[in-house]
């Protein structure tokens, strides 16, 4: 077992990823599937409550979704015995998981470029890769299938599988690092997403790399204001930065040549 002395040495061999924005295109998806539910709900496209709701989604792009929802829309629906502002979220979490499937059915969803030779590569090197996100696991299924994904990576994690709790809480990356067991120092994970919610989870769960791609929700500065060790272009630069990191023996925030 290695010493703390000289655990900075060790290999990143834990690799979580999110999908949305980071691994796979969103192209405005999250947005369109989010107005649809929101008409479902009578929420008029155009109007001054469905400009402030779409506001929210974009702040909060990466939380779990029925986590949104509940804050949109649960406090309205409330009865006096506070279920239907539950039931209310809920209708809204499951019109949006439909829209979303749909455009996924019809085409509208792409890896990023060199994401998934990204992911091989990470694997090839002996790194196990996590991929994770803010969807309910219906959808996730669906993109990893509309992909081809099914077998890219050994361990897909959604909110439910690590207890409810999405970003920016830590559990899906502590879920990924208790179930791979494929390192035995959490500092010796590496966690990538494009969302300020992405950086916090994976500050939070006390991962040695937190990377931010500049390829979905939120720009450099949002990044790194949320913690982001490294902002990079897109995840295709992802493997170099672990590989420059563990050559230079030291803890990610001292090791920025690729920041």
């Known amino acids: 077992m290695t010493s703390p002395t000289d655990s900075t040495r060790d290999p990143y061999r834990l690799v979580v990823l999110d999908m949305a924005g980071t691994t796979v295109a969103d192209d405005g998806l ?3 599937a989010f107005s649809a539910a929101a008409q479902r709900l009578g929420v008029r496209p155009g109007s001054d409550e469905h400009a402030r709701q779409l506001a929210y989604v974009r702040a909060t792009m990466g939380e779990s979704k029925i986590t949104v929802f509940r ?7 409330e009865d006096e015995d506070g279920d239907g502002g539950e039931d209310r979220a809920q209708q809204a979490n499951i019109a949006f998981e439909e829209a979303y499937g749909e455009l996924v059915d019809g085409g509208r969803i792409a890896p ?3 994401a ?6 990470l694997a090839s090197e002996g790194r196990t890769v996590v991929l994770t996100t803010g ?22 994690l959604c909110p439910a599988d690590a207890g409810g709790r ?5 559990d899906m990356v502590l879920a990924a690092f208790l179930r791979t067991g494929a390192v035995e120092d959490v500092r010796r994970t590496v966690v990538a997403g494009d969302t300020s ?9 006390g991962a040695g790399i937190v990377a931010g791609v500049l390829t979905g929700a939120h720009d450099k500065d949002q990044l790194a204001r949320h913690g982001a060790t490294h902002v990079l272009g897109s ?12 050559a230079a023996g030291l803890p990610a925030a001292a090791a920025r040549a690729g920041a």
Do not use: C, K, N
Not at 71 to 77: K, T, Y
Not at 166 to 170: A, L
Not at 235 to 246: G, K, N, S, T, Y
């Open 116 to 121: 998934r030779e990204a992911v091989e590569r």
């Open 197 to 205: 919610y992405d950086m916090l989870s994976g500050v939070r769960s």
């Open 30 to 32: 999250v947005e369109q």
């Open 166 to 170: 999405g970003r920016p809480f830590p």
């Open 235 to 246: 995840v295709a630069e992802l493997p170099d930065l672990v590989a420059r990191a563990e």
């Open 71 to 77: 804050h949109l829309f649960a406090a309205e629906g």
């Open 112 to 114: 990023l470029p060199g």
């Open 135 to 156: 969807f309910a696991r219906t959808t996730q299924d669906a993109i990893l299938a509309a992909l081809g994904w099914q077998d890219l990576v050994p361990l897909t």
